[in-house]
């Protein structure tokens, strides 16, 4: 009896761990695939242009072609569906929550977006700039216009636009997250979903038109780690409160119904690949005559781009 016991037992381990792909902080008694062993089941984990990264500004370089973005139907009303995924938790958008401008090439549509966090109010972000993470790191995942869905979009080079935000632990609560929280906790376990009623993307993401990023190819952060992803990250942060994001995670679980924290990437190299900013980096207001000052004041006063860090 105790034999078949403990060999179901080691079957289920079995079925919930080997071969899976998981992050590093699910150690799953080491039978599951971790971040430094992804690239032996998923090639394109290997490969040179991997995300996420870490941002190094004073390595970074203006590229003028990096305008404003146009979000079209951030003001759309609709029902946003939730599942967990067993890594995460997907927010479905509709195709018609669009992305132009930004100096991508072509119109894409939203797919879905997604959360990376970490443990206890600690690191969780994916990016990090200058080697600092923030707790918590929003993605919105979009596919160019023509593709039908994400694995033709992963066909292509730029097939993906990601666009990532992160958080800024803040003493208040940031009221538009609650429904965010609030559906998170009806998505316990892996499969389960449930809806938002009447939710706006504005709700949650800032008017993008003025806002600068920075720019780099990259890929999924997930396993098959495609490199098809043309990345976004903005310099503005979006708050959470403390006990926001402690809600956030302690309510969802791993397919291995353990807690779902420490859901992240670490860094991958950058292997050469430049990283660009839509944002001048410097007004250079040295030489004290009257064109220079005059130049100076409209770099300072008239360009919402020469913002400064
Ligand atoms: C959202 O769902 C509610 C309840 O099912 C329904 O009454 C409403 O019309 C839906 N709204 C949209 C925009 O589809
Ligand atoms: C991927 O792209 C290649 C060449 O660009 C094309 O031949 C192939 O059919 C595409 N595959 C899918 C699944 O779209
Ligand atoms: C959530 O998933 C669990 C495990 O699969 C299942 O037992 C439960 O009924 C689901 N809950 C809902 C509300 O769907
Ligand atoms: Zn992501």
Same mark, same amino acid.
């Given at each position: 009896m105790t034999s078949i016991l403990s060999l179901s037992s080691v079957l289920l381990a079995l079925k919930l761990c080997s071969g899976e792909w998981c992050y590093e902080s699910q150690s799953c008694d080491s039978k599951c695939t971790g971040p430094s062993e992804w690239k032996q089941k998923y090639l394109q984990c290997g490969g040179p242009n991997q995300s996420p990264i870490n941002i190094i500004t004073r390595k970074v370089k203006h590229d003028p072609k990096l305008t404003g973005f146009t979000f079209d139907g951030h003001e759309d009303i609709f029902n946003m569906s939730v599942e967990n995924h067993g890594h995460s938790a997907h927010f479905t958008l509709p195709q018609s929550v669009r992305l132009r401008g930004g100096g991508l090439s072509d119109t894409y549509k939203a797919v879905q977006f997604h959360l990376h966090w970490g443990e206890d109010g600690g690191q969780g972000s994916e990016h990090s700039v200058d080697g600092e993470r923030y707790p918590m790191e929003l993605h919105i995942i979009h596919i160019k216009e023509k593709y039908n869905n994400l694995s033709m979009a992963l066909n292509d080079s730029t097939g993906v636009a990601a666009l990532g935000f992160f958080f800024e632990m803040s003493s208040e609560k940031n009221q538009k997250l609650d429904r965010i929280i609030e559906a998170l906790g009806k998505v316990r376990y892996e499969g389960n979903s449930t809806e938002i009623e009447d939710f706006r993307l504005a709700d949650i993401v800032p008017q993008a038109d003025s806002l600068s990023y920075y720019r780099y190819s990259g890929s999924l952060t997930t396993p098959g780690c495609d490199q098809s992803v043309v990345w976004t990250v903005f310099h503005k942060t979006l708050p959470i409160s403390k006990n926001q994001l402690m809600s956030m995670y +302690?309510? =969802? =679980?791993?397919?291995?119904? +353990?807690?779902?924290?420490?859901?992240?990437?670490?860094v991958q190299n950058l292997n050469g690949r430049v990283v660009y900013t839509s944002v001048k980096s410097h007004c250079l207001c040295?030489?004290?005559?009257?064109?220079t000052l005059f130049l100076c004041l409209f770099c300072v006063f008239g360009q919402q781009r020469c913002v400064f860090y």
């Open positions: +302690k309510q =969802l =679980l791993f397919a291995s119904e +353990k807690p779902m924290t420490g859901i992240f990437r670490p040295v030489l004290p005559n009257l064109i």
